[in-house]
């Protein structure tokens, strides 16, 4: 009460001729490979940043930690984390742990943009362009099948420890007018946000959605994530 808040995913603080960005993500295991995760958790979190037309520079780090988690394990998710960082050029400050149900790891990040995005409104004939693949999700569940060469784990991780970083170039282009990143709301929240600050609606095609190979069987075995049937109701 007595604060107007702008949710979004960034906050943005005025610098000389641009500005800083700053976000915020923490997410939990989503796979067994800990050194993965940790990777994957660094490039969601700097994913808001590169979406908002930045450049990550700092971080700080968050780190949830069960009771009884072994050593090796912890030491290789900051390790994952860390790689993933340091590949993108962006420096971990510093940080905090916490004691949690499940693990956990985010990050606070820092980016900076040459100056504030104004850009064109979406208008009706204009197309939406999905970069990625959708059903992360799902496939991250289906690794929990007790199949012991997992067909398209390969896949997976490397979509999911894939940078964001042409962000910056789409964001800057004159011919990009919204940008977001689909998350664990899925594709129809993303839509939403995108299409309804200008009073639009989007059409999909089903065939059209870049999916994973072969998502259909884990999705009539239901490795449906949690957050999918939050987002049905």
């Given amino acids: 009460e007595g604060h107007d808040i702008e949710w979004s995913d960034c906050n943005t603080i005025p610098e000389g001729e641009g500005e800083l960005i700053q976000s915020v993500d923490l997410i939990n295991q989503i796979i067994p490979d800990s050194e993965i995760f ?48 340091y590949q993108n050029e962006v420096e971990i400050g510093g940080g905090h742990t916490i004691h949690s149900q499940v693990l956990q790891i985010g990050f606070s990040v820092i980016g900076r943009r040459l100056q504030s995005l104004t850009m064109p409104n979406v208008i009706e004939g204009d197309y939406l362009i999905l970069t990625k693949p959708i059903g992360t999700g799902l496939m991250s569940n289906s690794l929990t099948s007790g199949e012991p060469n997992h067909p398209h784990k390969s896949e997976l991780y490397s979509r999911l420890i894939e940078s964001n970083s042409s962000g910056v170039l789409l964001r800057n282009h004159q011919e990009v007018k919204e940008m977001t990143d689909i998350t664990g709301f899925g594709l129809a929240f993303g839509v939403e946000q995108l299409c309804a600050p200008h009073g639009v609606h989007a059409t999909i095609w089903f065939d059209s959605i870049p999916v994973f190979s072969n998502w259909e069987i884990y999705a009539m075995e239901g490795y449906y994530p949690p957050l999918a049937y939050r987002n049905k109701e």
């Fill in 38 to 85: 940790g990777r994957i958790a660094a490039a969601h979190a700097c994913s808001d940043i590169y979406v908002a037309g930045g450049v990550p520079i700092s971080c700080n780090m968050i780190l949830g930690i069960p009771r009884g988690t072994s050593v090796d394990i912890i030491r290789d998710t900051v390790r994952g984390a860390a790689q993933f960082m």
